[in-house]
């Protein structure tokens, strides 16, 4: 891990003119004081970020006081405090009001990348036109790799059948191929053209978390782009550092986002009767998982 303190010199001003591989970063924050700082460090040491906006959904915690400080040293980052916590997907939208740039990233507050890496994802979407969503390989501070970094589009049939099984939901790393065609990629880490983004009317704030993600990779598809992983660019994420605060409200919006996800691309094929069981099968599992990870939350991590 990088310890440097020191952060680029941008001038008198901190501004630059934009280029057309200049992006823009959007950090959603909640109860992000542990990782923020060496996140944003990250982002503003970047190769070509040239604007990063950090909307805080309301943190409890000294989060928005870090942004604050960091903010005075470089214009480059903005900080929007929101009075109460309006969801991944709204903030996501809101933070993406105010980047002009032709890119726009989404990165999770408790990702941290290298200095080329958002950089030379761009240079795979411009060698690659049909891009429009491109993502990273994900891995632990151990090095385990996130599985859902190459993922299928879920089939909420398909799950409650195989009894939750999740093993063809994760496709696995095809080394025959630098950039890689999935159905979705983690919302940890989301890279597309900011025109594209404000065409597909950005993230569907019906998600307040989990499963927003899936949706606009599948869109972005159904509009005739490709998403893509980037096989040859690595990023660390810590994973889950918000959502240990309030492990049952995390459950049931990952519950609430599987079925909202399951209404606007499944259901038309799905009997009523079908949709029953589903709906209780979701309800019964929320029920059993609430519980276990309000127990693994009180362990710790």
């Not at 200095?115 to 761009?122: A, H, I």
């Amino acid at each position: 891990m990088n310890t440097s303190r020191e952060w680029p010199v941008l001038g008198k001003t901190g501004l630059r003119d934009f280029s057309a591989r200049d992006i823009g970063v959007v950090v959603v924050t909640y109860a992000s004081a542990s990782t923020i700082e060496a996140c944003l460090f990250r982002l503003l040491a970047s190769r070509d970020v040239a604007r990063v906006v950090v909307i805080d959904n309301a943190s409890p915690d000294d989060t928005a006081a870090i942004v604050e400080r960091l903010a005075r040293r470089d214009a480059r980052l903005g900080l929007v405090r929101n009075p109460e916590n309006r969801g991944f997907a709204a903030a996501c939208n809101q933070g993406a009001t105010a980047i002009s740039q032709p890119w726009v990233a989404f990165v999770n507050p408790d990702a941290y990348v290298a200095r080329d890496t958002l950089s030379r994802l761009v240079a795979h979407a411009i060698a690659r036109p049909g891009a429009g969503l491109l993502g990273v390989e994900l891995a632990s501070e151990a090095g385990e790799v996130d599985l859902a970094s190459r993922r299928a589009d879920p089939s909420l049939r398909e799950q409650v059948a195989s009894l939750g099984r999740r093993d063809a939901l994760y496709l696995g790393h095809d080394p025959a191929q630098v950039v890689q065609p999935v159905d979705a990629v983690s919302g940890a880490l989301m890279l597309m053209p900011l025109g594209l983004f404000v065409r597909l009317d950005g993230f569907d704030e019906g998600y307040r978390m989990h499963a927003e993600d899936l949706d606009l990779c599948r869109r972005v598809r159904e509009a005739g782009y490709e998403v893509v992983v980037a096989n040859d660019l690595r990023v660390t994420h810590v994973r889950g550092v918000s959502s240990r605060r309030n492990p049952v409200w995390v459950e049931w919006h990952k519950h609430r986002g599987l079925w909202r996800y399951f209404r606007k691309f499944e259901a038309a094929q799905t009997p009523g009767w079908q949709q029953a069981v589903l709906w209780l099968a979701v309800c019964g599992h929320f029920a059993l998982a609430a519980p276990r990870a309000w127990w693994r939350s009180l362990r710790g991590p």
